[in-house]
């Protein structure tokens, strides 16, 4: 009798036995799990040809990831605009896995998917069984732009996963599209000097974020997207993003978008320097490679090879802050207080807030901020204002040594004395120059133009959850109490990633309900709906304007205040904004 194996395997596609002998069934299996995987991998054509994504049954989605959506950046490419795709290809390509960080210092994080300058790429979310064809009304879409101070960062990273959003759509009953870009950060997307200035090349990283809603614009309707719905959503130097996006060309959207979501962020919060603090940094690296003495360096440049250039592109850099954009004339014709004030600045629906204790992200903790000469010294070299004496002194007045009023709020009389004396009190005047201000300042610009916004102040601290140094485990902790309601502890709570949130119930909810206020949002422009606390529209009640207070049903629920928290010393900061600079 020959010997015999017997395998009993479950087809995925019919739930059926299959019973066959060992020794003439392996390639057969093979070829079996080949084709029931090829009937469940989800395709999708675009314009330049067919891409195979991943199905995802725990969550009946369908993601699409890596895509790429302009050439790369390397060689003639570098430090130009994006350039659009021009081949296509037959077959189908596969859009299986994240695509590559575009180059930035933090590899161990961020390069898990690789790093290098082909790192323009989409990635796409849609749930399982959605129709697309001319005829069908498609899904709203929302496009998130990753932060990490405009110099770190990639889509990738596991706390930006988009399927719990999506999720909570489907289960509200209200289905979007989520989809996600990476853009060239630092140097690399920004760099600046009278080589590039008035060469159009200026600001890549927001020509980047063009190119990638461009994209959208032209192949989201084959993944059941609406083109006409499209949110642009960021948290951090995403948010400066989002906020710049609406003043690009003096407000000009070319129907790119047509809503936005800013988190922690704003366009007047970033630098805003010129050539006479790039060019040294351009000339330095000019040397490095050896392009000194050719009467085109810039062209120069792009002959580098990658591993020769990219060791001198941080490490260049002068004392004083990371690469930013800058007012180049044209994409950002003049500086951002100016065109809101102006009005010069896409007008569409907001939603924007702030977190209560954002300035704890910003504020020294090492112990150097124990005297009024202390927080005199560091408010004069540290802020990047130059603010004159007269002001620092205005400023101090506005913000006493008085740790009952500093940030964290609600904390007392503590001091958090190990982390500086005055720490709470340099906490509550940087949160106010970097955030609450300058939000402040763009919603009644907003509301001012007749732009319907929505305003929140989230106030619940987060969870330990790895993403920043402080928060080093998965303890089942909250976060420490002089961090507070720290910068992006909100960003778990909406992207509803049960990892980030946090194993208490009383999170859990308040994730579930601010997701179904995100998703409202990007599904008709308003975060309202049946059985969610009431939401006003930021001018609707009296001339102040009011936010909606988000925090955990334990913490009382979510309510509407006034926006006049800390309001003189917001406004005297506000008339400041424009100075930012090293």
């Known amino acids: 009798m020959p010997l015999f194996v017997i395998m009993s395997i479950r087809l995925a596609c019919t739930g059926r036995r299959l019973k066959v002998p060992h020794l003439a069934s392996l390639l057969f299996l093979l070829f079996l799990f080949s084709a029931v995987q090829a009937q469940i991998d989800p395709q999708v054509t675009v314009l330049n040809g067919t891409y195979a994504g991943l199905h995802l049954p725990e969550f009946n989605q369908d993601v699409f990831l890596g895509m790429p959506y302009a050439q790369s950046t390397g060689g003639q490419n570098r430090f130009r605009i994006p350039q659009a795709l021009t081949g296509s290809w037959n077959g189908t390509r596969d859009a299986k896995q994240y695509g590559p960080a575009c180059p930035d210092e933090n590899v161990e994080v961020d390069g898990v998917y690789g790093m290098g300058e082909d790192c323009l790429s989409i990635n796409i979310v849609r749930p399982d069984g959605v129709e697309t064809g001319e005829e069908v009304s498609g899904l709203p879409v929302v496009v998130w732009i990753h932060g990490g101070s405009y110099q770190a960062g990639t889509s990738a990273l596991d706390y930006y996963n988009l399927t719990y959003l999506v999720q909570r759509s489907v289960e509200v009953g209200k289905p979007i599209i989520a989809a996600s870009i990476n853009y060239r950060k630092g140097g690399w ?33 084959a993944f059941g997207g609406d ?52 060019q040294p940094i351009y000339d330095k690296i000019v040397d490095q490679v050896n392009c000194t003495d050719v009467p085109d360096t810039l062209a120069c440049l792009r002959t580098v090879d990658y591993e020769v250039l990219y060791p001198f592109m941080a490490s260049s850099k002068v004392k004083g802050p990371g690469f930013y954009p800058t007012v180049d004339g044209d994409i950002i014709p003049n500086y951002p207080s100016i065109l809101l004030s102006t009005g010069k600045f896409a007008h569409i629906p907001h939603l924007y807030g702030t977190n209560s204790d954002e300035g704890t992200d910003n504020a020294p903790s090492g112990g150097i901020i124990n005297t009024d000469s202390d927080l005199r010294t560091y408010l004069q070299q540290a802020t990047g204002f130059d603010f004159p004496p007269s002001v620092i002194d205005h400023i101090m007045t506005l913000y006493p040594d008085d740790p009952t009023v500093g940030i964290p709020l609600n904390t007392g009389t503590e001091r958090f004395a190990d982390k500086g004396w005055q720490y709470k009190r340099i906490a509550a005047i940087l949160g106010d120059v970097f955030y609450h201000a300058p939000r402040l300042f763009d919603v009644r610009n907003y509301v001012k133009y007749g732009d319907e916004t929505y305003v929140y102040r989230f106030n619940t601290r987060g969870f330990v959850n790895g993403t920043n140094e402080t928060y080093t485990d998965l303890s089942g902790e909250i976060a420490p109490a002089y961090k507070g309601v720290a910068h992006f502890s909100e960003v778990a709570f909406v992207f509803g990633n049960p990892k980030y949130v946090g194993p208490w119930s009383d999170y859990e909810s308040l994730s579930k309900q601010m997701g179904e206020q995100w998703v409202n949002f990007v599904y008709e422009g308003n975060p309202n ?44 900061l506000i008339e400041w904004a424009r100075r930012r600079h090293v």
């Open 189 to 221: 997307g920004m760099m600046y000097s009278r080589e590039i200035q008035g060469s159009g090349n200026a600001n890549l990283a927001l020509r980047d974020m063009r190119k990638g809603l461009a994209w959208v614009q032209e192949n989201i309707e």
């Open 227 to 278: 083109t006409s719905r499209v949110t642009i959503w960021g948290e951090s130097a995403g948010s400066f993003a989002v906020g710049q996006l609406l003043l690009t060309y003096g407000g000009r959207t070319d129907g790119l978008f047509h809503r936005s979501i800013q988190e922690s962020g704003s366009a007047t919060t970033a630098w805003y320097n010129g050539s006479d603090w790039y």
């Open 529 to 572: 709906g049946l059985y969610l606390p009431e939401w006003p529209i930021y001018g609707s009640r009296g001339e102040q304007g009011v936010n909606l207070v988000l925090q955990t049903e334990a913490q009382g629920g979510s309510y509407v205040e006034e926006d006049t928290y800390r309001l003189e010393g917001r406004e005297y």
